[in-house]
C-alpha cells in the first residue's frame, strides 16, 4: 500500500444501545428499544472514514478477544480498511470492548482496554505509508516510539486526543512533536490544566459538538472557525474520529485549513445521525478537491 494511511490504535468492539428512557442507576434496570455491535475505537472510524473519502489505509491493532474479533474483521473488510497488520490477542485476554449509551445528544461509556494497544513495531515496512494517525493518546504514552519510527521512514504524524481522567504533563512532548493534533473542547481544556499550551502541535485542531471545530497553525496566532450545520443526533459516538477522517482527508491533499475544517464538520455531522462511528460514511460530500493550500 505505497503513500496509504497507517491508522494506529485501540481497536474494540461497541456494543451500542439506542432508545434508552434515561441513563442506569444503581439499583434499576433501563430497558433499551435496541443494540447493536459495531468495530470501534478511533483508528479504526478515522480509517473508515479515509478510505470512504478515497484514500487507502490500514489498521495497525490488536484485535479484540474472541469472540468480538469476527464482528472488527468483517467491519474492517466492510469499510476497505486492510488488517493484514492487526494481532490476534493473546490467548485468555479479557475481550476490548465499549458499552455505548447515547442519552441527551451526548453519550456515555463503559470500557475495558485490554493489553498492549499496539502489535510490534518493527514487524513491516513503514516506508509503504505516507502518513500515520494515532486514534488516542495513550496509545502513544504507551509507544512514543510510533514517532520515531514514523519520522525515520518520512511519514507525517496526526493523533487524537481521548478522555482521560489524569493527563500527565510530559504529554506536552509527545504532543509538540506530531503535525496535526485533533483534542476535543473538553480534551483540551484539560490539558491546559497540566500545563500542555492551547497550539502545541505544528497543526491544533479542536472539536467542539454541534457548535463545529476551530484550528491554528502553532506559527500562526489566529484561529480558524468552522461551525458546523444542525442535524437529528442519533448517536454522537465517534463523531469526532469522523471529523479527523475528513479534516486529514483535505490536509493531506494540501487544502487550506477552513476547507479541512468544512470536510471535517461534514463528515461528523453525517456520523451523528447514525448508530456507530461509521454510520453515514455513504453519503459523505467531498471538499477536498478546493484549491491548493497554505502549507
Ligand atoms: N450535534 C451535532 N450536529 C452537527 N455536527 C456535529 C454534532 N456533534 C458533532 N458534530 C460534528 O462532529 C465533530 C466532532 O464532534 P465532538 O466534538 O463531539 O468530538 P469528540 O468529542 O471527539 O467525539 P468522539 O470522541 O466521541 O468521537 C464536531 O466538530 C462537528 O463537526
Ligand atoms: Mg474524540
Known sequence: MTGGILCAGRLYCDVVFTGTPRLPTLGTEVFAEGVSLHAGGGAFITGATLVALGNGAAQFSVLPAAPFDA??????????????????????????ITVAIPYANDRAF??????????????????SFSHLHIGELSTLEENPKLI???????????LDCGWQDAFRPEVRDLIAAVD??????????????VGVPEACAEVTVVKHGKKGARARMRSHSEWHHEVSEAVR??????????FNGGFLSAWLKGVQLQDCLRQGNACGAA?????????????LPQFDTAAPSLH
Do not use: H, M, Y
Open 233 to 242: 443526533v442519533i448517536d454522537a459516538t465517534g463523531a469526532g474520529d469522523a
Open 271 to 283: 456520523s451523528v445521525q447514525c448508530a456507530g462511528g461509521v454510520g453515514g460514511l455513504a453519503s
Open 110 to 127: 463503559l470500557t475495558r482496554a485490554a493489553g498492549d494497544a499496539l502489535p510490534s513495531l518493527a514487524a513491516f515496512d513503514w516506508r
Open 71 to 96: 464482528v472488527v474483521l468483517q467491519a474492517l473488510a466492510e469499510n476497505g480498511l486492510s488488517s493484514k497488520l492487526c494481532d490476534v490477542a493473546p490467548g485468555g485476554s479479557d475481550p476490548q
Open 148 to 158: 520515531e519510527r514514523a519520522r525515520s521512514a518520512g511519514l507525517s504524524i496526526s
Open 180 to 193: 496535526v493534533f485533533l483534542p476535543n473542547q473538553r480534551e483540551l481544556a484539560a490539558l491546559r490544566d
